[in-house]
């Protein structure tokens, strides 16, 4: 199987980092959900439908859709929000004015079985990467300017989501009632995305990686 990835890049100001990735993780996440999967008997199923709810940003000039799940948006948000607190956390130890780079990535996979006692492979077949540039600005001029082009930004990238989710690829095939949980995440109540995983890492502007792995090693330095 070949994975497709896809690259989206934008560039924000430290107070838009979480809003900006909200928007475009449940954009994508909107068009890789279905409603819950009802069996009546094995290969015989319905699927519920799938809510939708309007989010307006506050530091951006800008409207997004999600999928209307309090569960799947609060697992979403705690992975944004630690991305943006490590994005802070560098640029305070790297100093005022410091730019950084930071890229969140959105892989979806299915699992497929092994025999004990290996445990299960995961194979990916869609990941979007995410490269964020987290400025500095001097000025509430220069914010007024960020929030109206940021928004103008995430229209174009919320575009360019939908065309690609549009074309004829690969998507997993329906399964079994046997086989569901290794296509779908089937532990949230209200919605069923494709199984998924959100890992991220940042890059200050002397090129040095951190990875997921190190956020809390980092937190902790920085608490010293």
Known sequence: MNCRSEVLEVSVEGRQVD?????????????????????????????????????????????????SSDELDRVIRKAVGEFKDLCCALQDAMGNGTDGMGQISLEFYQKKKSRWPFSDECIPWE????????????????????????GEKLGEKVIN??????????????????????????????????????????????GTSVSTTMRRLIKDTLAL
Not at 131 to 150: D, P, T, W, Y
Not at 163 to 182: A, G
């Open 161 to 206: 989501i939908v065309e690609v989710i549009n074309r004829h690829e690969y998507l997993p095939k329906m399964p079994t009632q046997s086989e569901v949980d290794n296509v779908f995440d089937t532990s949230l109540k209200d919605v069923q995305p494709y199984l998924y995983k959100i890992t991220f890492q940042i890059t200050d502007t002397l």
């Open 127 to 150: 990941v979007w990467s995410i490269k964020v540039n987290v400025v500095n600005l001097a000025n509430e001029q220069e914010r007024q300017i960020c929030r109206e082009k940021v």
């Open 19 to 67: 809003e900006a990735m909200l928007a475009l993780v449940h954009t994508i996440l909107l068009h890789r959900s279905t409603g819950k999967f009802h069996y009546k008997k094995e290969g015989t199923y319905s699927i519920g439908t799938v809510g939708t709810q309007d989010i307006d940003c506050d530091f951006i000039d800008f409207s997004f859709v999600r999928v």
